[in-house]
């Protein structure tokens, strides 16, 4: 069984610029979370997806985007790259029916750097 | 949870030795409060969880946790403590009956185990 799996693992983009990064949640699971780690810092909430629609949103500007597709999958787009936007990228999953009591499953993240 | 605390950045312990995370909240209503482990490069993986009931919870590796409610202090321990221990320990909180199980976490804790 297939844990949350997250492409890509590592990239590097220039300020600016555009980025797109995939997660396939945990199998059985229906809701997926996107975390922004930045270096020396806990996980920061930046969105939930359940049934396509972002159900919560953090304090994170517009520029952070996303998508869920009907099998569950996720991606999370950043625009207009910052400096700040360099961190680790973590996509957790759950079932929905798990209510809050549900244990978020974390992929290993996609640590992106921006110059 | 509205926050998280972890007192301590890093904790140096010798191996068996003892130790304790510290972890303190700040929350008007009820919590679920939750211990990650992040091994370098790698994602968060849940220790334990408290939800309800038995304030001490037990959890995997040997770690163990007690909630406090008068204290609002959720304190990560291992009577003895191995080389493999070495890692970013997370404390984390979500508000009970909240609409998503979106996590607050604290900024962590770097044990780090020496020989």
């Known amino acids: 069984d297939a844990g949350v799996t997250q492409s890509p693992t590592h990239l590097i983009k220039t300020r600016g610029q555009q980025v797109t990064l995939r997660c396939s949640p945990k199998s059985g699971h229906d809701t997926v979370s996107w975390y922004q780690q930045a270096l020396g810092q806990g996980p920061q909430f930046i969105f939930q997806?359940?049934?396509?629609?972002?159900?919560q949103r953090g304090n994170f500007p517009d520029r952070f985007s996303g998508h869920q597709f009907p099998n569950y999958s996720s991606e999370l787009n950043v625009n207009a790259l910052l400096l700040g936007d360099s961190a680790l990228y973590l996509c957790?999953?759950?079932?929905?029916?798990?209510?809050?009591?549900?244990?978020?499953?974390f992929g290993e993240g996609s640590r992106l750097t921006v110059l | 949870a509205q926050s998280v605390t972890q007192l301590d950045s890093q904790v140096p312990v010798f191996e068996e030795a003892p130790v304790e995370l510290r972890c303190n909240y700040s929350s008007s209503v009820s919590v679920y409060l939750f211990w990650y482990v992040q091994y370098p490069n790698q994602g968060l993986q849940l220790l334990l969880k408290y939800l309800s009931g038995s304030t001490l919870v037990k959890g995997i590796n040997g770690f163990e946790a007690e909630f406090n409610k008068s204290q609002t202090s959720f304190h990560l321990r291992k009577p003895s403590v191995h080389i493999s221990d070495t890692a970013e320990y997370f404390c984390a909180g979500r508000n009970y009956g909240g609409a998503t199980n979106k996590l607050i976490f604290g900024t962590g804790t770097l044990l780090a185990v020496q020989p």
């Open positions: 957790a999953s759950t079932p929905a029916a798990a209510g809050g009591t549900g244990e978020l499953f």
């Open positions: 997806y359940y049934e396509e629609e972002e159900r």
